[in-house]
């Protein structure tokens, strides 16, 4: 590959007491693609999202991350402020949970706009301006932009996230479950704003789900993981039309078909 | 006074408190911990700045206390009489003639010098506390100077009334690193905290914190370029002395509706109205 690597991981590996979270996991992501980490529950797929993003230390094995101007930083060895930097500006996290992430007794606006001050930014007017552009990207109305979120119904909490996230244009977002504990209907429109505002900005994304079908229509390569062993990895339509591994094979094969 | 130590408290105590001080002078804005003392008034009463005050009071020390810009409430009176009863030091009510002012909730409108020391008493020393719970969280926001919340807060207030609602405790930012709390004074004194001569000692007895800002550092309120800071005041001049310049109370006279406007600071009106300013109420007295 000429081109160079957004996020490698090499040989992480977590356990919890007894139980292996992470064994020996290679993750490499390069700008701009979707890579869709899938698995049942309990396989580890969350703890990975966390040891990529710094927030959790893995016991063994390294994450770097290459920044604008072109440097690796070993994320795990990065100072404290610097990763949180990073994490309010180049990187975004989206929750299962929106309300892990928005504060509840902020309007909208103050929810989207927070990124930005905590960027520096001074201008009351020029905020308020990027807070609407945003609220318009996730299309929520202009007139809500001073509603509080406990106002707002799930499927919007989630879309305002979005907006809050990806305020400060990160280049790299992980996303735990974004689409989890939203009804079928309002997951669809979800998962098409997710993949149109991708497509047009040119993040890259770490996406961990349990949904065969959400991996398939977000994401360019897919990471298959079972009791924290990435199990196959490659292509998404690849290993999910030609499964190799006789876990993904069931994964695959358990799908219900319409 | 027999049975007391000088100033109250005993000379370990004193010692740990101007250890803390010396830290706080050291790093502006920044909180220190110190092991606050049982005082013999409540707390909210300004246990922290009579604690500050005792550790820094010498035997040549002049004191003067106000309480919201006077000289004569019952606060003020009640900790100007401890000291000059534990200590001996001398008192006053002018601002000019004092080495060391406690005060709560306001500044004084004389302008103070390099020879003076300002306590305040602190309610609150944490700025961030009604935006993050977690003490944990904003100790680590201040480490990191990471203080976008405080900003959001601002929006919020911009969004919501059309300006920055903050009437007193006015967040300020010190030498441009520490996010502090100014205690409850009117926003309208922030600005004489900027580059002011005194050294400037806050105490808070029940939070068991001490900051300082030293003479002559920046101290900035913290404002949006397109929002910038206000100082608000009263709409009106004194009624006894006239002065446009100084913060006015409100003082309702009557149950007619009326309603007097006079300056919070009291040794600031009565020495402008010794100097021959009368204000419109006064020049009725004079005439009456």
Redesign the interface.
């Known amino acids: 590959m000429t081109v160079p690597t957004l996020l490698s991981a090499r040989g992480l590996s977590l356990r919890f007491g007894s139980i292996p979270a992470l064994v020996s996991v290679d993750i490499d992501l390069w700008p701009g693609e979707m890579l869709a980490i899938v698995g049942e529950s309990g396989s580890g797929k969350t703890t990975l999202l966390n040891v990529l993003s710094g927030l959790t230390k893995p016991d063994d094995g390294a994450v770097w991350y290459r920044g604008p101007n072109g440097h690796m930083h070993e994320v795990h060895a990065m100072p404290?402020?610097a990763l949180?930097t990073l994490h309010?500006s180049d990187w975004g996290f989206v929750h299962q949970d929106p309300r892990r992430n928005l504060?509840m007794t902020?309007?909208a606006?103050?929810n989207i706009?927070?990124?930005l001050?905590?960027?520096g930014a001074?201008?009351?007017?020029d905020?308020?301006a990027q807070a609407l552009h945003w609220l318009a990207q996730v299309e929520i109305d202009a007139d809500r932009?001073?509603d509080f979120p406990r106002t707002f119904s799930g499927g919007m909490l989630q879309r305002l996230q979005i907006a809050r996230t990806l305020v400060t244009h990160p280049r790299l977002v992980f996303m735990d479950e974004p689409t989890g504990g939203l009804d079928v209907s309002v997951q669809a429109r979800l998962l098409d704003l997710i993949r149109t505002l991708v497509a047009r900005l040119g993040i890259a994304a770490v996406l961990v789900t349990h949904d065969i079908a959400v991996a398939r229509l977000l994401a360019q390569r897919i990471a298959v993981m079972q009791r924290g062993v990435v199990v196959e990895t490659g292509l998404t339509d690849q290993v999910l039309d030609d499964p190799q591994h006789p876990y993904t094979q069931l994964l695959v094969s358990s799908v219900l078909h319409t | 006074m027999k049975g007391y130590n000088f100033a109250y408290l005993d000379e370990q105590t004193k010692r740990m408190i101007r250890r803390a001080l010396l830290k706080a002078v050291a790093i502006p804005g920044h909180q220190v911990p110190f092991g606050s003392r049982e005082m013999p008034l409540p707390y909210g009463w300004g246990t922290g700045g009579i604690q500050v005050t005792a550790s820094i009071l010498g035997p040549d020390d002049v004191l003067k206390v106000i309480d919201q810009g006077a000289d004569d409430t019952t606060n003020a009176v009640s900790i100007r009489r401890f000291f000059a009863r534990t200590a001996g030091v001398a008192t006053t009510t002018h601002t000019a003639e004092a080495t060391v002012i406690q005060t709560r909730h306001r500044i004084p409108e004389t302008p103070l010098r390099e020879d003076q020391i300002i306590v305040y008493q602190v309610p609150q020393p944490e700025p961030l506390f009604r935006l993050e719970p977690s003490r944990v969280e904003t100790r680590r926001m201040h480490a990191l100077a990471d203080y976008g919340l405080m900003h959001v807060k601002l929006y919020e207030d911009i969004a919501r009334h059309g300006q920055i609602s903050i009437s007193y405790d006015y967040p300020v930012l010190v030498n441009g690193r520490y996010l502090m709390s100014p205690s409850p004074i009117p926003a309208f004194d922030n600005p004489k905290m900027d580059g002011m001569a005194a050294l400037q000692l806050f105490g808070a007895g029940r939070e068991k914190r001490i900051y300082a800002i030293p003479p002559w550092t920046q101290v900035r309120s913290l404002d949006f370029d397109d929002h910038p800071f206000r100082a608000i005041n009263a709409p009106g001049n004194c009624g006894l002395c006239g002065a446009s310049d100084s913060y006015l109370d409100e003082v309702v006279t009557d149950d007619k509706g009326g309603r007097l406007f006079v300056c919070s600071d009291t040794d600031h009106c009565a020495e402008r109205r010794a100097a021959g300013h009368i204000g419109a109420e006064g020049l009725r007295d004079a005439v009456e």
């Not at chain 1, 001074?122 to 007017?125: D, K, L, M, N, P």
């Open positions: 404290a402020p949180r309010r504060r902020v309007s606006g103050g706009g927070e990124r001050m905590a960027a001074r201008h009351y007017g905020i308020r932009l001073d």
